[in-house]
């Protein structure tokens, strides 16, 4: 189901209609509910591995931490083991179903042999719509309760809010990526939507429907079919103005589904991160990636940049550390490129932007 879609509006309507029926605790069960509904549309052998592995995050979580004494003043005590497990687990779902052919060439197509010689009818080893999203998501999530900065979800109200966090339909698909730390409180107060929520949530939709069912889709419908299989058969100036072209559609596209997905969470009172501030108008790369996909290009600076930084850091603090200043952008931009989308040509995307990233460092 398109979140732009006429059968989205309907699914969203009998939704809130529910949802404003019920009393503030049941209804974290019905988005709970209704974003698997929601889910089961695209396939339900993607609804049934986002269960499994919330229910696998959700016991592991639980056990990250280790018991401090009472006068203990120091960082949590960490299970690293479980940590590690857990973000093994996420990570290990998501390369076998997003870079199974980028290592193992052919394996999908061998697997559904197999499953087909063997009776089992044919499997979907397609990568399931929004998993690279809520992977993300949950190990951000294990990794703020290793250091201490989110709490590990516990008893039957828990799961049912660590549920959500990791299935709910308006960021499901495309995010934006949310910080449990921000968004499960959420969850647990009493939300409220007034008119100016509701106006603002309204134009966001309405923005985000233009932007994306009419300004963006109406340009890529302008692409030649073979633009990008044999790119030799046009002009240098006609490959310019299609990567002109190519780069505005795109963003309208991004921006335009994170705008609806705003404007929908608003509608239950719930506000999500903001994830685009006009990126082409950034001065250099570093402050356009700090514009455009916000909430990912934190989670990088986060959990990748900043880690790999302070290591180099321990090991050499001088101000001059070369090292500190190539390494962390080549890694980071390394990740970024492989989360966008397996092959060389992301990596060699993501390295360099990483090479473009480090330039701009070394001449400031």
């Not at 970024?336 to 060389?344: K, R, V």
Request: charged share 15%; aromatic share 16%; no cysteine.
């Amino acid at each position: 189901m398109n979140i732009t879609s006429l059968n989205f509006a309907g699914f969203l309507i009998v939704t809130l209609i529910m949802y404003y029926i019920l009393p503030r605790r049941q209804q974290n069960w019905l988005l709970l509910v209704m974003s698997y509904a929601f889910y089961v549309t695209w396939s339900w052998f993607y609804a049934a591995m986002l269960a499994g592995l919330t229910l696998v995050n959700f016991a592991l979580a639980g056990y990250i931490r280790k018991p401090t004494p009472d006068n203990y003043k120091g960082r949590p005590q960490v299970n690293r083991a479980v940590l590690w497990a857990g973000i093994g687990v996420n990570l290990a779902a998501l390369a076998f179903f997003k870079y199974e052919d980028f290592f193992v060439p052919d394996l999908r197509a061998q697997l559904s042999e197999w499953s087909a010689d063997t009776g089992l009818g044919t499997i979907d080893l397609l990568l399931p719509v929004g998993m690279s999203f809520y992977v993300v998501t949950v190990i951000s999530y294990l990794l703020d309760i290793s250091r201490g900065q989110a709490d590990p979800p516990a008893g039957l109200n828990g799961l049912i809010d660590f549920g959500v966090y990791m299935a709910y339909f308006p960021k499901l698909l495309a995010g934006p990526i949310e910080r449990a730390r921000s968004f499960m409180p959420k969850l647990a107060e009493q939300r409220i939507v007034d008119n100016d929520v509701m106006s603002r949530s309204f134009a966001l939709i309405v923005i985000g429907v233009v932007r994306k069912a009419v300004i963006a889709d109406t340009l890529f419908r302008t692409f030649p079919a073979d633009l990008w299989n044999k790119p030799a058969s046009f002009s240098a100036f006609q490959l310019i103005g299609f990567l002109i072209v190519y780069g505005f559609a795109l963003y309208n596209d991004f921006a335009g589904y994170t705008s609806v997905a705003r404007g929908v969470s608003g509608l239950f009172g719930i506000e999500l991160s903001r994830n685009f501030n006009l990126p082409y108008t950034a001065r250099n790369l570093s402050e356009f990636w700090n514009r455009w996909h916000i909430t990912l290009s934190n989670w990088l600076r986060d959990y990748v940049y900043y880690p790999a930084s302070r290591a180099l850091l321990r090991r050499n603090p001088s101000r001059t550390n070369m090292a500190n200043a190539i390494f962390p952008p080549l890694l980071t931009m390394f990740v970024s490129g492989l989360w966008h989308g397996p092959g060389w040509t992301m990596v060699l995307w993501g390295m360099l932007h990483g090479v473009y990233l480090v330039g701009e460092r070394l001449l400031a």
